[in-house]
């Protein structure tokens, strides 16, 4: 009995990502892209600051990406923030069993079911993550906070599960990010995203699950704190706009504004504040 369980735990460390279909994983982000762009008036990625880039260089290491998880809109900022700066990499992440159950495809590009709150669920993702952990292809996010919570809240707490998480990876780079859909000046809402510093697992060897959980905390909480920042200065040029969306107010106003504009002679901004296409382009 004991080496059928031996057995049958080491078959489970070994275990594998599910596979991955980018046929399937093409025609879902075209679609994502359509209808990110149909809801929000951009989707727009924080510049460097104070030494830190826009975006981490991952230089062929394992990578998980955890984040807060302020809205519904999470896993599909993160597909499309994964496929526009990373589109090399297969993006994997773990969702609620119960909603996957609903649309099966999503487990043939990289969602994963787990059971919140059950001990399988979470042996499932300890599973999950040791396998990404094994894979320079894939970048594995997690909502660290494992429930909506408003992204102002302080302080951060994230599930212990993930401290756990890195704490057995052998090497990699975990790389926090912030994300926000505040209200600017359109009728459509701004998406805003920002990395942290990356943190490499192997300066760390001896950190604890419990170690790790509160340096990630920290270093979440400081990059919530510089998106936040800048997301009232409501500055779309401290952004990069890795995506254009929906802008003006309604076909008759918008048409009445485009006419007055012919009228002087000028050229139709159909942005509320002048800004459909502010801020800097991806680099």
Known sequence: MHTVDRDQHEK??????????????????????????????????LAGQGGVADRPA??????????????????LTFLFVGQALFPDRMVYGPIDAAALGKYKFLERIGFLGIEPGTWRGSARFLRMARAAARRTD????????????????RPLVIRPGVGHAVAAMPRGLVVPLAVEYPFWNERCPEAVAAFGPALCVADAPGRSPEEWTAVLERTLEATQDRL??????????????????????????DTIRRAKAWLRGERFDAAHGGLARAGKGPR
Request: without cysteine.
């Open 12 to 45: 489970r460390e070994g275990e594998e990502l599910p596979p991955f279909s980018r046929p399937i994983h093409g025609w879902f982000m075209w679609y994502v892209r359509r209808y990110l762009k149909r809801h929000f008036h951009a989707v727009r990625l």
């Open 58 to 75: 991952l230089a062929g290491e394992p990578v998980v990406f955890y984040s807060n998880h302020p809205g519904w809109w999470d896993p």
């Open 138 to 153: 894939v970048i594995f996010w997690i909502t660290a906070q494992g429930q909506f919570t408003d992204p102002r809240v």
């Open 228 to 253: 936040a920042a800048a997301s009232l200065a409501r500055d779309p040029a401290a952004f990069s706009t890795l995506l254009s969306g929906r802008v003006g107010v309604g076909f008759a106003y």
